[in-house]
């Protein structure tokens, strides 16, 4: 039993140390003082390049705008979308939400600028930031009802029924009981979606106008250049905040 165990536990680390080396290294050569691949010594030159640096700044902020407004609005319909399935017990409509996370994402993409070229000839509209919220908004939104009817399959919904026979209405049995019981799984969703709206690129890289550039384009664009390590800076930035916001999610899901 012990060499099995040992046996997992190896196999495990083997599999995580494949998953992360590059990105240790990655982080690992963000610190070198040379352009190249060769250690010449510790260093924060290429994290001082990447702050100020005109373009990536405007880059980060314009993500940050879309993956904030994308995540309230995500949040907030799909919280009450997964309320409602809780409620009436619609198994079509819950397995359908998989169907999202399961198409590729330049179909999604392409499927979504389709259908902005259409309503925009009327509209006389033009892509822009507003196309890309709407984008992250609608792939945002399984994410978010997947992980709060996770949350809410642990409530009892006689907690509910309760507040009802105590002359509660349905809103006030929702805000003061149902809420509060899934607010973690609530919160872990919106941190998910932040994530996923942050760092997407193929969906974004298509619906985007030309003042709405994020910063993963802004990253793909440098890398095209060569490899720099200023990109190395950025990456590492964005995987250690990205990944503490995961594992900060994690921990609230399962609180």
């Not at 140390?17 to 010594?41: D, E, K, Y």
């Not at 009817?149 to 929702?174: H, I, S």
């Amino acid at each position: 039993m012990k060499g099995r165990r040992a046996g997992l536990a190896l196999y495990a680390a083997g599999a995580l140390l494949f998953l992360h080396l590059p990105l240790l290294i990655l982080a690992l050569f963000s610190f070198n003082a040379s352009r190249f691949t060769v250690w010449q010594g510790f260093s924060l030159h290429w994290y001082g390049e990447a702050f100020h640096d005109a373009e990536l700044a405007e880059t980060t902020w314009n993500s940050l705008i879309i993956a904030v407004v994308a995540t309230a609005v995500s949040t907030v319909i799909g919280t009450l979308c997964a309320y409602g399935l809780w409620k009436r017990r619609a198994p079509v409509l819950s397995n359908s939400l998989y169907l999202s996370l399961v198409t590729p994402e330049i179909v999604t993409g392409i499927s979504l600028l389709a259908f902005y070229q259409w309503v925009f000839r009327f509209l006389h509209v033009q892509l822009g930031m507003h196309t890309v919220i709407l984008a992250h908004v609608s792939f945002s939104i399984a994410y978010v009802v997947i992980v709060v009817m996770a949350r809410l399959r642990t409530v009892d919904a006689k907690l509910e029924e309760a507040a009802l026979d105590l002359g509660a209405n349905e809103w006030q049995a929702f805000r003061y009981v149902t809420l509060p019981s899934i607010w973690p799984g609530v919160i872990a969703a919106a941190l998910l979606a932040f994530t996923v709206s942050f760092d997407d690129y193929v969906i974004t890289s298509l619906v985007a106008g030309v003042d709405s550039e994020t910063l993963p384009m802004a990253i793909y664009a440098l890398a095209r250049r060569g490899v720099s390590p200023m990109v190395n800076a950025i990456s590492a930035v964005i995987v250690f905040g990205l990944g503490a916001m995961i594992l900060v999610s994690e921990r609230l899901r399962a609180a």
